[in-house]
């Protein structure tokens, strides 16, 4: 079979030139390929107790889902600003160019629960950040964050390990 990484489309020029966009939607569409990256996602964290899975918008909302049901506990969903229904507590973080807005409903993450963060990609780490400071704000406790893909010359994996928390990627690619 395959490796995880050979099953990622990479698309050049998307969404702007000199970017290369990491498709995995050819790797959720493998069955085999999306059940060996759930396991994986899973496994490193095997023994840890984990409360909730927060998937951050968007892909990570279908692996966390997939997660959250393999582990057989809650699934919470980051959303970006006013997309959520119920009150929600909202944290800023940086743009290239300028600042977006990454929010949680306040009563999805009760104080203590240990939280496992999933989305698809880690490059800068901003979202990722936001999240983490959304649960601590909620008095969770971060367990750790899972991604598919780290593009490691953007830095986000420093800078969430920075903030104390593990951090696992499947696979790294060169290139943004």
Known sequence: MQGIKDKIRSIPDYPKPGIIFRDITTLLQDARGFRKTVDEMV?????????????????????GGALAHQLSIGFVPVRKRGKLPYKTLAQEYQLEYGTDSMEIHIDAIQPGEQVLIVDDLIATGGTAEAAIKLIRAHKGVVVGCSFIIDLPELGGRKRLEALDVKVLSLCEFEGH
């Open 43 to 63: 496994q490193p964290f095997a023994g840890t107790r984990i409360d909730k899975v927060v998937g951050i918008e968007a892909r990570g909302f279908i692996l």
